[in-house]
């Protein structure tokens, strides 16, 4: 059985995919229903143009001017929630003229206004030029993600000038009980 939050993502990149715009991109406002840009604009300025073909997802162009603490490509996982030994992988193809590397997390709503982050294992590396890029994560037993609530992925983008063209991009879950792990066994893992 394929998970909510894999087909409720599916449905939000799909909905972009199909978006065509060109235009200057605000801080939180979203590019479709469940996604969105977000940037700290305490002493910093963004500007950033952002445009959605068809048959294409997103391509972002930045310009940077101070040291954001954070600037991030936000997209709705949906409501659900994942055992623990399940693995969350997503592929993105990409083309790019600044490498970079972004460690990305998802974030649970917990409770009322609050939320909790569960960072990747591992990071995905922008490298120059078009490329494919597959991350997995192997949720733990005491992770947020356990909790059955709204997820949010965090993909945080340069605190720079940049551009940066995703062409594709998809996010699946495999269940623990296929026992794929990325990894190692521990006793906790059995928890």
């Known amino acids: 059985m394929t998970h909510p939050c894999e087909l409720f ?24 229903p469940e996604v ?3 940037w700290d604009e305490e ?18 162009k930045a310009s940077v001017t101070g040291t954001p603490k954070w600037f991030s490509l936000n997209i709705g996982l949906g409501r659900g929630s994942f055992a623990a030994g399940d693995v969350i992988g997503l592929v993105v193809e990409t083309e790019t003229q600044t490498p970079f590397e972004a460690t990305p997390f998802v ?9 909790a982050d569960t960072p990747a294992l591992d990071t995905l590396a922008f490298e120059d030029g078009r490329q494919v890029i597959t991350l997995l994560h192997t949720v ?7 909790t059955d609530a709204f997820h949010t992925l965090v993909i945080p983008l340069p605190g720079q000038d ?16 296929r026992a794929l792990r990325t990894t190692p066994e521990t006793l906790s893992s059995f928890g």
């Open 107 to 115: 974030r649970t709503a917990v409770a009322d206004s609050q939320h």
């Open 36 to 38: 969105y840009l977000s």
């Open 140 to 146: 733990g037993p005491d992770s947020a993600l356990t």
């Open 43 to 60: 002493g910093n300025t963004v500007e950033l143009t952002t445009v959605s073909e068809t048959n294409a997802l997103l391509s972002l």
């Open 162 to 177: 940049f551009q940066l063209d995703i062409c594709d991009m998809r996010l699946f879950v495999i269940d623990a009980d």
């Open 9 to 32: 993502t599916a449905d939000a990149i799909a909905t972009l995919r199909d978006a065509q715009f060109e235009q200057t991109a605000e801080n939180n406002t979203h590019l479709s």
